[in-house]
Every structure is written in C-alpha cells, then in structure tokens.
C-alpha cells in the first residue's frame, strides 16, 4: 500500500489564482482530513469526510472547498489564494473500528502565495 | 472539544526516560487521549490512545489517572531519534473528525 499520497510537493501561486491540492489514499479509509500547519504551530483542521459524499467544516475553512467523489480521494481547493494561506498542507485519513482515533498522514504539501 | 494544554519543550539526554504530561481538564465521558509524534517536515504519526489507567506499547506508555484531566507519555530509554515534537489530543470516537491539535511539546534529545 502507498499509504497517504499528496500531489504536489511544493507549490507557489501568486495571489488571487486557484489550484487544488490532491490527496489519495489506498486503504479503503473511509474517514479523510485537511489539516494546515503554519511555522512552530500545531495542526489546524480545515474541513474533513466521514464518507462519499459527506463533508463537514473544521476550525479554519474560509477560502477552502472540499468534495468527496470516492472512497479514495480527497482534493482540497483554494478559491483565491492569498498569502495568508503560505503554510504546509497534510491530508490524513483514517478508519474506524470500536474506539480509535488513529489518523494516517500524508507527506504534505509545502505552499507559498505571493 | 477538551482543550489541552503541554510543555513547550523538554530536554533529554539518550538513554534517560521522557516523561510530557498534558492537561485535559474539562475531559468528557467519551473522550479518548490520543498521542502523535511528528518530525520536521513530515506529517505526525500515531503513537498510543487509552482512556484510564495505563497502556503500553512497543513505543511508549500512556498514564491515565483516575480523573482523566491529566495523562503523561512516558518514552523509555530515548535515542537520538526521538527528537521530535509530540501532540495530545483529545477527541470522542464516537463522533469522528473534530480533533484540535495544541502546539506540542519539542522534545530535545542530546548525546
């Protein structure tokens, strides 16, 4: 299994343009996440997936959409970038038996806005 | 969500043990203690989840008191490559996906 993949590594935009930034995961996982991470801070959660076709808001959603097509993928898509959204991007995904929270994360995806 | 609350950092020698404890105090019922590890540059890693008393793993040892508003991870006998910043959460299981991570702990270890 490859895991937590995300697409891309790096990525700079200028601001005002929009992209999508991709995550797939190949263990059948059907619990997703969008987490940013700015400089010597903690995780914040950005908007995260119980299944298909289910998504919900998490601490900082402004100026991010989100949709869940499949089981495995989970693209997270800025609007209109602006430099506030400079940061490290990491998707997770996890499964859920009885009583564990365990989320695996992906390598991240280093983002810089102009 | 319980809002946790952990040292900014901890220094170590090898070979010593760690131990970090995190504050939880308005712990609810439901609520698990889930601890991540997280290198630089990389995405955090599962360490270990309890709910009381202690568990144990090859990794670490998760100490639950009976009130739940603390807990302490305790790393054994650390290396060099222990060296890394450590989160504690704390969620439900039975509503997924709300998780609140704090700022961690760097945990510093030295020769």
């Known amino acids: 299994n490859a895991g937590v993949t995300q697409t891309p590594k790096f990525q700079v935009l200028k601001t005002g343009q929009s992209m999508t930034l991709q995550c797939a995961q190949d263990?059948?996982?059907?619990?997703m996440s969008w987490y940013r991470q700015d400089p010597g801070m903690g995780l914040r959660l950005i908007h995260y997936s119980v299944g298909a076709g289910i998504t919900d808001q998490g601490e900082v959603p402004n100026g991010y959409n989100v949709s869940r097509s499949t089981t495995e993928d989970f693209p997270l898509r800025l609007l209109s970038a602006a430099p506030s959204q400079t940061s490290v991007y990491f998707c997770?995904?996890?499964?859920?038996?009885?009583?564990?929270?365990?989320?695996?994360f992906g390598p991240g995806t280093r983002l810089t806005v102009l | 969500l319980a809002k946790t609350t952990q040292p900014i950092s901890m220094d170590s020698y090898e070979g010593q043990e760690v131990n970090i404890t995190c504050s939880h105090n308005n712990i609810a019922t439901n609520d698990y203690i889930t601890w991540y590890q997280q290198f630089p540059s990389q995405g955090p890693r599962f360490i270990i989840q309890g709910y009381k008393t202690k568990v144990t793993n090859e990794v670490a040892s998760l100490f639950i008191p009976a009130d739940r508003k603390s807990s302490t991870l305790s790393l054994p006998r650390v290396s060099l490559s222990d060296t890394a910043v450590y989160y504690c959460?704390?969620?439900?299981?039975?509503?997924?996906?709300?998780?609140?991570f704090g700022a961690g702990t760097q945990v510093v270890v030295t020769p």
């Open positions: 263990m059948n996982h059907e619990y």
């Open positions: 959460l704390v969620a439900p299981t039975d509503s997924w996906g709300k998780f609140q």
């Open positions: 997770a995904s996890s499964y859920k038996p009885d009583s564990y929270n365990e989320q695996f």
